[in-house]
């Protein structure tokens, strides 16, 4: 018989607050078209997206994760003090250790709370939520802060016509806490590595350390492998999830998806056949793919604007590099 105590954590775990940080510059189409061969036509087709977020110098990643977190801990009505766990999920943070956790737990004024990064691209911050789930539920921590931030401005090639208009700056945060009833779902997660290349980053680090490269890396994809990929197969992960939750479109009250590009999710919802009822978020239109940070940031627009109200029954999903993928139903804060 074993001899170790079994864990004393809350029975559920739940989001108890959301907050984002969006850099104070906009970028139009109209900037991108200064080094592509396009039209602001043709970038709204494809994409859906007419303006982004680009931080300064001084809008780092640290500096936006510790704007945003101090918005979800306001929100949750608890303290910096209170945090026992800090996930920062996050591709654009350039040094490779310490954990940017680290200096934002500390900048939080969280007390010697539990922190590390994850590499996750666009599916970070749901696989984050599902690490600060078993930690609130396992009793390692009673608070913990999910943070989703990127500078994909700093890995944009602005002469790479499939890419240079995507991508844009920001961070999300949420608090997650204790719960006496479910309100964040099992999670459906996975990867599918034989499709690594269609996401990438142009070359390794090393490479333009040693001089054998002059650009600098950037990330770059196969267009249309990843869109098909997205519209079917993680129409079919989100409904797992709903699976999984035991409930159907019928219940749903919103749909959070990655936002990467307006065709993938006006695509999911017609696959998925979601109710006129539903409230979408497409916040992509104005803030860019921004990664990890994207759910978060449109969960916290939607929650501010009045489209979304708490206790609303929320469908996320998150998809990209990897390939990975991971999708739950939460309850909103």
């Not at 936002?259 to 409230?279: C, F, G, W, Y």
């Not at 497409?282 to 759910?295: F, K, Q």
Request: include cysteine.
């Amino acid at each position: 018989m074993s001899k170790i105590k079994p864990s004393k954590g809350a029975p559920y775990a739940r989001i108890m607050g959301v907050g984002g940080y969006r850099p104070t510059r906009v970028v139009p189409n109209e900037v991108i078209l200064e080094t592509i061969d396009s039209s602001d036509e043709w970038i709204r087709s494809r994409s859906g997206i007419a303006t982004r977020h680009w931080a300064s110098p001084e809008e780092t990643v640290a500096a936006m994760s510790v704007e945003a977190s101090g918005k979800a801990i306001a929100d949750a009505g608890i303290t910096p003090q209170q945090i026992g766990g800090v996930i920062v999920s996050t591709v654009s943070h350039f040094k490779q250790t310490p954990a940017v956790a680290t200096e934002i737990a500390d900048k939080i004024g969280a007390i010697k709370p539990a922190a590390f990064d994850i590499s996750a691209g666009c599916a970070g911050f749901g696989y984050g939520l599902t690490l600060a789930k078993g930690m609130v539920v396992e009793g390692s921590a009673e608070y913990v802060l999910v943070i989703g931030v990127e500078r994909l401005s700093d890995l944009t090639d602005l002469e790479d016509r499939a890419t240079a208009f995507l991508f844009g700056d920001g961070a999300g945060a949420v608090v997650v806490g204790p719960s006496k009833e479910p309100k964040i779902g099992p999670t459906v997660w996975g990867s599918e590595g034989d499709k690594s290349e269609t996401i990438k980053q142009t070359v390794p680090w090393d490479h333009y350390r040693n001089g054998t490269v002059e650009k600098f890396p950037a990330i770059t994809q196969e267009g249309q492998a990843v869109f098909r990929w997205a519209v079917f197969e993680m129409a079919k992960v989100a409904q797992q999830a709903l699976d999984a939750a035991g409930i159907s479109v019928d219940d749903l009250d919103v749909f959070i998806p990655h936002q990467a590009n307006m065709r993938i999710i006006d695509s999911m919802v017609k696959t998925l056949k979601l109710p006129e009822h539903v409230t979408v978020a497409r916040d992509v239109e104005t803030t860019g793919n921004t990664s990890a940070a994207s759910i978060p940031l449109a969960m916290e627009r939607l929650l501010a604007t009045g489209a979304a109200k708490s206790g609303d029954t929320a469908l996320v999903i998150g998809f990209g590099a990897g390939l990975v993928y991971a999708a739950t139903v939460v309850t909103l804060p």
